[in-house]
């Protein structure tokens, strides 16, 4: 799994775990997943929604009922990559009792950073498409790339919005990188930019798989 702060680059270190591990695992981004549910209003979705609008996790419950419908369309023996889940140790606690993580990657990457990356971040929502327009701009300001159409602000990358997910991470999520430490499974790897992270974090998936 990929453990770090909201905005600190598990979305964009897991596609490249994908991309030069894809015959090891899926990727699984409960946040892209749960997004999903609340654009097409589904039941999980509305229940979701007003958590997500206030930047507070979303229960326990209702974050394992959505993995474990994700998981029942995995068809091979390909290993999961989780992106946002577990985020308590209640969660971690019942993913131990039905699927043990047997391997975490910590981003650490410095507060400051976050907060400027994620208040730059745009995305077009039909295709989850991200922009920044520090680092990754769009062709034509407020435009998708592809399909020329709007791109909006996430409500939780609204900046005030950021400062709670920040301050949750602290109090609900971060007590998870003692609880895998002590397992003796988490790797930790400290930057400010995802492709100098990655050398690190490609090198040790190579040891650990490869060899």
């Not at 946002?84 to 140790?89: L, M, S």
Request: hydrophobic share 30%; aromatic share 6%; net charge negative.
């Amino acid at each position: 799994m990929i453990l770090g702060k909201p905005g600190g680059g598990k979305g964009t270190i897991s596609n490249k775990i994908i991309s030069d591990f894809e015959n090891h695992f899926h990727h699984l981004s409960t946040g892209d997943v749960l997004r999903k549910h609340v654009r097409e209003q589904t039941k999980i979705g509305k229940e979701a929604h007003n958590f997500i609008k206030s930047g507070a996790l979303v229960p326990d419950q209702l974050m394992i009922r959505i993995l474990e419908d994700e998981k029942c369309c995995v068809e091979d023996e390909k290993g999961l990559l989780l992106d946002g889940f577990p985020r308590t140790i209640d969660q971690a606690t019942a993913l131990d009792q039905s699927n043990p993580v047997d391997m975490v990657i910590n981003l650490d990457v410095p507060t400051d950073t976050i907060v400027e990356r994620i208040s730059d971040r745009w995305i077009h929502p039909p295709s989850g498409r991200i922009y920044s327009y520090s680092y990754n701009p769009p062709n034509v300001e407020g435009k998708d790339d592809v399909t020329g159409e709007p791109l909006v602000q996430r409500e939780d990358d609204r900046p005030d919005c950021v400062r709670k997910r920040l301050k949750t991470y602290e109090e609900t999520t971060a007590p998870l990188i003692d609880y895998y430490g002590k397992k003796g499974i988490l790797q930790s790897f400290e930057g400010t930019k995802s492709d100098v992270i990655y050398v690190g974090v490609k090198d040790y998936l190579n040891n650990r798989l490869l060899h």
